[in-house]
């Protein structure tokens, strides 16, 4: 196969990924107007559509070749070096 049309089937996969995931939004803002008489439970909802976006992100990272990175929400940890400088020594260093 040609390095083209290699290309070409990639992109192509990449737009059907992108279109899945509009789908999926479009889904999202009809399940926003459902679920209060839906009988699913939006956790259920929730994990099915992390799924699916996982599964298309790992396409895409394996297609485009390029790692995607997770976005990681919580609190950052300390500085792993904390010891305080005096001022002796910060002008030691200038």
């Known amino acids: 196969m ?20 509009h789908a999926v939004a479009r889904m999202l803002s009809s399940l926003a107007d459902l679920t209060p008489h839906a009988d699913i439970s939006a956790a259920r909802l929730e994990e099915n559509i992390r799924l699916l976006s996982n599964y298309q992100g790992e396409i895409t990272q394996m297609l485009a070749g390029i790692p995607l990175r997770r976005q990681v929400y919580g609190k950052p940890a300390q500085p792993l070096l904390q010891l305080p400088v005096s001022k002796t020594q910060e002008r030691r260093g200038s």
């Open 2 to 21: 040609s390095m083209r049309r290699e290309r070409e089937i990639k992109l192509d996969m990449m737009e059907s990924i992108a279109a899945s995931q």
